[in-house]
């Protein structure tokens, strides 16, 4: 079975100082790499996703993810974050298993953005 | 987001009673999901459907049964509300043969 790890829990930066979040995965077949962004109270909004080709992934907002096989990462990055990046960010792999493909999750990184 | 709705998006129930969850869909999706979300575990599988009256466990089915009886409409009954199914239940769904998942606004459910 496929699994997810985020190994930060609790992310504190000053705005404008530069953001990596780190996830890495467990799967031995193709993946699809999602991460997904929770903002207080709200559901889970798409950042971005690799399905395949240019490793180095941008999504909304800024943000970009770059796909690594051979460590079998995908990190979050930020150049410059600011106070409304607030939120808990989650690192996601879809995997072809059984009766359907299902996205399994990491635990989740809370990140604060401090003026 | 459109296409998706939870019902209702909060409940406080009792122990020892039965819940039921709604998850309805306007976009003719096969696929449909339910995962309940608790800190410091983030999101956890508990069933999914591939069809009509075509469901599977995910991860943490233990004391949950789902039924989907027609595309649109995705049930998550808790037989017998136990305080530590107190969580915020995210329902989710995606079309054949793409990748992309569309997640609805949650239910938040304490049991008492």
Same mark, same amino acid.
């Given at each position: ?15 404008? /100082? ?22 207080? #109270? ?42 409304? &990046?607030?939120?808990?960010? *989650?690192? /996601?792999?879809? /995997? &072809?298993?059984?009766? /359907?493909?299902?996205?399994? *999750?990491?635990? #989740? ?7 | ?36 979300? =608790? ?16 469901? =599977?466990?995910?991860?943490?089915? =233990? +004391? ?8 649109? =409409?995705? %049930? ?23 990748? +992309? ?7 938040? %459910?304490?049991?008492?």
């Amino acid at each position: 079975a496929q699994s997810v790890s985020q190994h930060n829990h609790h992310v504190i930066l000053s705005e404008a /100082a530069s953001l990596e979040l780190g996830c890495n995965y467990s799967y031995g077949g193709t993946v699809n790499l999602f991460w997904y962004v929770q903002y207080p #109270g709200q559901h889970l909004q798409l950042l971005l996703k690799y399905f395949s080709g240019d490793p180095l992934v941008k999504g909304i907002k800024g943000f970009e993810a770059e796909f690594i096989k051979s460590k079998f990462s995908f990190n979050l990055r930020k150049p410059s974050v600011q106070w409304s &990046d607030t939120a808990e960010y *989650f690192c /996601a792999v879809n /995997a &072809d298993t059984g009766t /359907a493909s299902k996205l399994t *999750f990491g635990t #989740g990184t809370r990140l604060q953005v401090t003026l | 987001d459109a296409g998706i709705t939870q019902s209702p998006r909060h409940k406080v129930t009792e122990t020892g009673t039965p819940v039921t969850l709604r998850c309805h869909q306007t976009e003719n999706h096969r696929y449909m999901y339910w995962y309940r979300q =608790d800190p410091g575990h983030g999101l956890r599988l508990i069933h999914y459907s591939y069809g009509v009256k075509d469901t =599977d466990k995910g991860e943490v089915s =233990d +004391g949950y049964s789902v039924s989907r009886s027609k595309t649109e =409409d995705f %049930l998550l009954t808790l037989e017998s509300a136990t305080s530590s199914q107190t969580s915020v239940y995210f329902c989710a769904i995606r079309g054949q043969g793409s990748y +992309g998942y569309t997640f609805g606004s949650g239910t938040r %459910l304490t049991v008492v």
